[in-house]
């Protein structure tokens, strides 16, 4: 279980990161922070001193607690668009044969933030499961992943906290999960404090973001975001014509 500062941190920098909190707007006040996480004054204090560390805000006494971090914006040009049958495969980077394992995972049921409300296409604060495990080579960690799933389509999902190894093939066997698509983002960011204390960084070191959502012919399923060692795992995706016949593979940059 995370500790509960930290896991305000992370609330309060994922409403940062998502927008909700833009460059030179105040976070609430100290009660208010209080009221909306039930947490104590030392609590807020500690996740605010660590926003502050890793750049996401300037708190001044008197003054207030300003947000530093800018929004990045995502213009339209495709500065490389590769349009055809997509492969992408994950692979470990090590100096000799390795293992790779996934630790159990840790499942609990909790409001939805905005963005991962967006992504799911549900009110912000509507409950999900938040399904948290670790990847590791050879009982290294080198990816923590966070998924996030409805909580009224897999009711009791929590209840298997500690036993659930490989979420895809649990949701199948126990829900008839299906999964029709994905699309994912990938992003290069800094180790912040908590992903530093989980992977065995340092604070700063580069990391992969990849934010994915997965759907089924009804519509999203999962929202996951993905922190992965930049000197452990790399991505590659091949991109190949179609399966018709004179099919081409366009490219545009």
Do not use: C, N
Not at 16 to 21: D, N
Not at 222 to 230: A, V
């Amino acid at each position: 279980m995370a500790v509960k500062y930290m896991e305000v941190y992370g609330q309060i920098k994922a409403e940062i990161t998502s927008g909700r909190y833009q460059t030179g707007d105040f976070l609430p006040t100290e009660p208010e922070l209080m009221t909306e996480y039930d947490v104590s004054r030392t609590t807020v204090r500690k996740a605010i001193g660590l926003l502050r560390d890793d750049g996401y805000i300037d708190a001044r006494q008197g003054r207030g607690t300003e947000v530093t971090a800018p929004l990045r914006r995502e213009d339209g040009y495709d500065f490389t668009s590769l349009v055809g049958r997509t492969t992408v495969q994950t692979r470990t980077v090590s100096d000799s044969p390795s293992k790779v394992t996934a630790q159990a995972a840790t499942i609990e049921t909790v409001p939805a933030p905005d963005r991962v409300a967006m992504a799911l296409g549900i009110e912000p604060g509507t409950p999900v499961h938040r399904v948290q495990r670790l990847k590791l080579v050879d009982d290294e960690p080198v990816a923590h992943i966070a998924s996030y799933l409805v909580a009224d389509q897999f009711s009791d999902l929590a209840e298997h906290s500690g036993s659930v190894y490989y979420l895809y093939q649990f949701l199948a066997a126990r829900y008839g999960t299906r999964f029709a698509r994905s699309s994912s983002r990938l992003s290069a960011v800094a180790a912040d404090f908590i992903e530093s204390r989980i992977l065995g960084v340092h604070v700063g070191d580069p990391l992969v973001l990849q934010t994915r959502i997965t759907e089924s012919d009804t519509g999203p399923v999962e929202y996951s975001e993905s922190f992965e060692r930049s000197d452990r795992i790399v991505t590659f995706i091949t991109v190949s014509p179609g399966t018709e016949e004179g099919t081409q593979l366009d490219l545009v940059e």
